[in-house]
């Protein structure tokens, strides 16, 4: 989900869970999307893309689903891990060019043994 | 490769002094973003060049900011003078490709704190 102001939705799973992050994107001409994971003190760490023409994609315990019709983009976590703790940023680029990618809020993950 | 560096990691200054943010991409790479974080707007775009050359630097947020890249392999983000309201996280990424492909790599940061 997307945050307002200071608060970060959170989501809280246990360790061994799968985890479900979502974002929402506004702008319907976004061809490429982007998953980060953000740990407490480090930039921003690619995790996996996809485009506009793929409905989903996978990684090593990771997919991402992204659903043109709704506008909206979810990362699936499977088998959480104590390192997975970590703020998850949604990124989009807009238009398809030569342009700065647009983060969402990010979403805070938290995992619990 | 040792990554995006960034320097310095921290910053504190005074308000109205001069601050200078410097980063150095990966080798290679032909795209260069600058980007500032803080807990009310997130991460917000400031400038980005391809082949050194400044694209788009509409998410500048006043004059006092400026950015440069004099060569492949080192820009910087210069603010003058600097306000309390410029306190912020600022990262620097670097890409091969324009317009996406495999992510943008970031650096560590620059925590800036403007007193």
């Known amino acids: 989900g997307e945050s307002v102001g200071l608060h970060l939705p959170t989501l809280s799973v246990q360790e061994g869970d799968n985890s479900i992050i979502n974002c929402a994107y506004s702008n319907s001409a976004s061809d490429y999307f982007i998953w980060y994971k953000q740990e407490s003190g480090k930039g921003p760490q690619f995790i996996i893309d996809i485009r506009s023409n793929m409905d989903k994609r996978q990684g090593q315990r990771v997919t991402v689903l992204l659903n043109k019709t709704v506008k909206h983009l979810s990362l699936q976590i499977a088998a959480t891990q104590p390192g997975d703790s970590a703020v998850y940023f949604c990124?989009?680029?807009?238009?398809?060019?030569?342009?700065?990618?647009?983060f969402g809020k990010g979403t805070h993950l938290i995992i619990q043994p | 490769d040792a990554g995006v560096i960034q320097s310095p990691r921290h910053e504190v200054t005074e308000m109205g002094q001069e601050v200078t943010l410097r980063c150095k991409p990966i080798?290679?790479?032909?795209?260069l973003f600058w980007y500032r974080q803080t807990m009310m707007r997130g991460l917000e775009l400031l400038i980005y060049?391809?082949?050194?050359?400044?694209?788009?630097d509409s998410g500048m947020p006043e004059d006092r900011f400026s950015a440069k890249m004099p060569n492949a392999s080192f820009s910087t983000l210069k603010i003058q003078p600097s306000e309390p309201r410029d306190s912020a996280v600022y990262f620097c990424a670097s890409s091969l490709l324009t317009g996406g492909g495999g992510g943008y790599t970031f650096g560590s940061g620059t925590r800036l704190t403007v007193v």
């Open positions: 990124a989009e680029n807009r238009g398809g060019g030569a342009d700065g990618l647009t």
């Open positions: 080798s290679g790479h032909n795209s």
């Open positions: 060049f391809n082949n050194n050359v400044p694209i788009d």
